[in-house]
T-cell receptor, first 112, second 112 residues
Framework: DTGVSQDPRHKITKRGQNVTFRCDPISEHNRLYWYRQTLGQGPEFLTYFQNEAQLEKSRLLSDRFSAERPKGSFSTLEIQRTEQGDSAMYLC??????????FGPGTRLTVL | GQQLNQSPQSMFIQEGEDVSMNCTSSSIFNTWLWYKQEPGEGPVLLIA?????ELTSNGRLTAQFGITRKDSFLNISASIPSDVGIYFC????????????FGKGITLSVRP
């Protein structure tokens, strides 16, 4: 399968713990995006990379959130000191240039 | 901020029926996208519209980009049980060719 992959698919953690998610985009896609989705809502933009450069960050991305794409391929999203409000589906998408974004299956985070 | 309006929140139809859903905004957009999301998965692109007035089909799906550039509709003909899911419209916010802004989605149920 050559689509966007995300790992893990599910993560349950206790409040205060740190978590890290990984996204592998479609090969050769230079753009990578992170979104967050809560129940009953559409995905909300968090951040965007073009190659290894993080070009845009949403105000939703608090200081506890950090994303990297060190070699312009896979990306990680880390949440430090998780809070119950961080519980959501974290979606990754990739695209070639400004064209169609293809989404991965998401990582569902539950913070207890 | 820029907001996309999708209503109703849920639709219930009989297998074989056609269904139409629309997406409206008070702002003008140059690209309208329709995604479908199934439980536990990421959104999948159904149709992308790039030109006002454009009518595009993808199998039993047809979508139109409103002439005012403030709305779009998606029509599903001869519905089948696997059409069940959440249908989102999405746009690129003005001035941004990166992130997508999504509506809240319409949950479609198909009765066999």
């Amino acid at each position: 399968d050559t689509g966007v992959s995300q790992d893990p698919r599910h993560k349950i953690t206790k409040r205060g713990q740190n978590v890290t998610f990984r996204c592998d985009p479609i090969s050769e896609h230079n753009r990578l995006y992170w979104y967050r989705q809560t129940l009953g809502q559409g995905p909300e933009f968090l951040t965007y990379f073009q190659n290894e450069a993080q070009l845009e960050k949403s105000r939703l991305l608090s200081d506890r959130f950090s994303a990297e794409r060190p070699k312009g391929s896979f990306s990680t999203l880390e949440i430090q000191r998780t809070e119950q409000g961080d519980s959501a589906m974290y979606l990754c998408a990739s695209s070639l240039g400004p064209d169609t974004q293809y989404f991965g299956p998401g990582t569902r985070l539950t913070v207890l | 901020g820029q907001q996309l309006n999708q209503s109703p929140q849920s639709m219930f139809i009989q297998e074989g029926e056609d269904v139409s859903m629309n997406c409206t905004s008070s702002s003008i957009f140059n690209t309208w996208l329709w995604y479908k999301q199934e439980p536990g998965e990421g959104p999948v692109l159904l149709i992308a519209l790039y030109k006002a007035g454009e009518l595009t089909s993808n199998g039993r799906l047809t979508a139109q980009f409103g002439i005012t550039r403030k709305d779009s509709f998606l029509n599903i003909s001869a519905s089948i049980p696997s059409d069940v899911g959440i249908y989102f419209c999405a746009v690129h916010p003005t001035g941004a060719n990166s992130k997508l802004t999504f509506g809240k989605g319409i949950t479609l149920s198909v009765r066999p």
